[in-house]
T-cell receptor, first 114, second 113 residues
Framework: DVKVTQSSRYLVKRTGEKVFLECVQD?????MFWYRQDPGLGLRLIYF???????EKGDIPEGYSVSREKKERFSLILESASTNQTSMYLC?????????????FGQGTRLTVV | GENVEQHPSTLSVQEGDSAVIKCTYS??????FPWYKQELGKRPQLIID?????GEKKDQRIAVTLNKTAKHFSLHITETQPEDSAVYFC????????????FGTGTRLQVTL
C-alpha cells in the first residue's frame, strides 16, 4: 500500500557530482515537499511545490534545486554535491483539504557524499 | 516564517507511565497541528492532529491539547507500551494553497520494561 515512493534508499556520491533524488506519489496530491532529516535538527524543509512547474523555497534551499514537470513527480537536485549534504532526505505529499490534511512520506533516501 | 520548538529532546518512561511532549509555535495564524511518529528505520506517520477550532482531541491512549493564546500544544500518551518507543515530531501549518508543514526537532521516547 505504498503511496509515496523515493527512487533510492541509499546513495553514495562523490563531492562535486550532480545528484538527482526522485519522488513519485500516486494520490493525485497537489502539494509535494522535500525535507532533510538530521539528528537533533528534526525535519527541515528544503523546497516545496503546490502545483506543476511551481516551486517555493523552504528554510534551507541553498545548494539545492527542484523540478516538478508532472503532478505526481517531484525531483530534488544537488547541483554540486558537498559533504555537508550527507543526510537523510524525505519526500512528502499532501492534498489541499480546507483545514489541514495528512502528509504522506516516502521511505527516505540516505545520501552519503564522499 | 513559522518556528516550532519541541521539548524534551529525549524522554524515558517506564511501561505503564504517561508521557508528555510539548511544542510551541511562533505564527499566531497557524491553524493545523499534527503529530507524527517515526519508528526506527521507518517513515514518519501521522498519529493524531488538531485544528485551531478545538482545544483537545483524544484517540484511545493518545491525546493532544492546544492553547492558542499561549501558542503551545502538547501530546499525551497514557499507559505507555514498548511499541510506543519512537521519535515523535510535532508540526504546525497555516492551511490553504501552498501551505507548508514546519516541524519541531523531535522527541525520542524510550519506554522501558
Amino acid at each position: 500500500d505504498v503511496k509515496v515512493t523515493q527512487s533510492s534508499r541509499y546513495l553514495v556520491k562523490r563531492t562535486g557530482e550532480k545528484v538527482f533524488l526522485e519522488c513519485v506519489q500516486d494520490m493525485d496530491h497537489e502539494n509535494m515537499f522535500w525535507y532533510r532529516q538530521d539528528p537533533g535538527l528534526g525535519l527541515r524543509l528544503i523546497y516545496f511545490s503546490y502545483d506543476v512547474k511551481m516551486k517555493e523555497k523552504g528554510d534551507i534551499p541553498e545548494g539545492y534545486s527542484v523540478s516538478r514537470e508532472k503532478k505526481e513527480r517531484f525531483s530534488l537536485i544537488l547541483e554540486s554535491a558537498s559533504t555537508n549534504q550527507t543526510s537523510m532526505y524525505l519526500c512528502a505529499s499532501t492534498g489541499t483539504g480546507g483545514m489541514g490534511t495528512e502528509a504522506f512520506f516516502g521511505q527516505g533516501t540516505r545520501l552519503t557524499v564522499v | 516564517g513559522e518556528n516550532v520548538e519541541q521539548h524534551p529532546s529525549t524522554l524515558s518512561v517506564q511501561e505503564g507511565d504517561s508521557a508528555v511532549i510539548k511544542c510551541t509555535y511562533s505564527d499566531s495564524a497557524s491553524n493545523y497541528f499534527p503529530w507524527y511518529k517515526q519508528e526506527l528505520g521507518k517513515r514518519p506517520q501521522l498519529i493524531i492532529d488538531i485544528r485551531s477550532n478545538v482545544g483537545e482531541k483524544k484517540d484511545q491512549r493518545i491525546a493532544v491539547t492546544l492553547n492558542k493564546t499561549a501558542k503551545h500544544f502538547s501530546l499525551h500518551i497514557t499507559e505507555t507500551q514498548p511499541e510506543d518507543s519512537a521519535v515523535y515530531f510535532c508540526a504546525a501549518s497555516l492551511t490553504g494553497t501552498a501551505s507548508k508543514l514546519t516541524f519541531g526537532t523531535g522527541t525520542r521516547l524510550q519506554v522501558t520494561l
